[in-house]
């Protein structure tokens, strides 16, 4: 199939679908990924759930908004990917819905994992006032900040839609992209805007904190070395989110140079940008985590020893106070 350029751009573009075969791979592929990490995710938020020791912490509590987004975006936009491959086009107000909860999630994780960074900063440079400054309270009042901010970044494309489109293109059936939806050249440099603000504020409060954090553990304590650790692993998983944020600007470079690879180059920064980084989180809190190891082992093999876990328990409250 042939199609000019998105958002009217003078340079032509070839856009090839894939083959039945490729396309059913690829789709394999990408479901396969949603639901193991979905999976894993849905039995990290049982265990949160479950237990007063997880969900009376501000770190926790951050961590489960973190996963309940992940879950949220993985979901959406495996759905989005699956539409376009079997009927390309959908119609208008199902593709702006999609698109409004799958951008927002999108734009929720960087936050988040800024926000996280905060609290990793205070409970170890500020310990003594850790426990008033991250209340139960204050955090569920940040996580309404981040929607908020994120709400922010996508509404207004949504009223300039309403307002500038005709109405034939709003009951039209499109490819759901959101490029290909809000189309006008305000939500283009907004949009370039809004991911440089989220990208330069994001990346100074990780900078800072981060660095700050690294200079206070500086000692050989275990609690010292594993804070080391957990910030390393959330830098690489920030580092990742953020590719959202220049993969329009690489795509367009490989879509000049290699036209008819526009599936496979959109293929390729799907699992890198939009399902790689929902991998990270797992490994970082259901894996490492001490206070999640041991349920997730047992509600991943379905089976364990109620007196171990109830020790698990005991060490892990202790560990926490």
Not at 30 to 48: A, D, E, M, Q
Not at 81 to 87: K, N
Not at 167 to 182: E, G, H, I, T, Y
Request: net charge positive; with cysteine; hydrophobic share 45%.
């Amino acid at each position: 199939m042939n199609s000019s350029a998105a958002n009217g751009s003078s340079t032509p573009a070839v856009f090839t679908r894939d083959n039945f075969v490729a396309a059913v791979v690829k789709n394999v592929i990408v479901t396969t990924l949603c639901l193991s990490i979905n999976y894993i995710n849905g039995i990290l938020l049982h265990t949160f759930r479950k237990h007063q020791v997880l969900n009376s912490n501000p770190r926790y509590i951050l961590f489960i908004h973190l996963v309940i987004n992940d879950i949220t975006q993985l979901a959406v936009s495996t759905l989005l990917h699956i539409i376009i491959y079997a009927f390309y086009t959908i119609t208008m107000p199902v593709c702006t819905v999609l698109l409004i909860i799958a951008i927002t999630a999108t734009f929720n994780t960087p936050l988040n994992l800024a926000s996280m960074a905060v609290e990793c900063y205070i409970a170890v440079c500020v310990p003594l006032r850790h426990s008033q400054i991250c209340t139960v309270r204050k955090t569920y009042a940040l996580i309404g900040l981040i929607w908020v901010a994120s709400s922010l970044s996508i509404l207004p494309d949504l009223f300039v839609l309403l307002a500038t489109e005709p109405l034939s293109f709003l009951r039209s059936k499109v490819l759901c992209a959101r490029d290909f939806v809000f189309r006008s050249s305000y939500s283009l440099r907004k949009r370039d805007t809004s991911h440089i603000v989220c990208l330069v504020v994001v990346w100074l409060t990780l900078i800072y904190t981060y660095f700050r954090i690294l200079f206070a553990a500086k000692g050989a304590t275990a609690d010292s070395r594993k804070a080391r650790n957990t910030i390393l692993l959330h830098g690489f998983q920030l580092m990742l989110c953020m590719l959202t944020y220049v993969r329009p600007m690489f795509e367009q470079g490989l879509l000049l140079l290699m036209p008819h690879k526009y599936p496979d180059i959109r293929f390729a920064f799907y699992v890198i940008v939009q399902i790689l980084p929902r991998f990270v989180s797992p490994v970082v809190y259901g894996l490492r985590d001490q206070t999640f190891r041991a349920y997730v082992r047992r509600y991943l093999l379905c089976r364990g020893h109620r007196g171990s876990q109830q020790k698990h328990l005991t060490r892990t409250k202790t560990a926490t106070q």
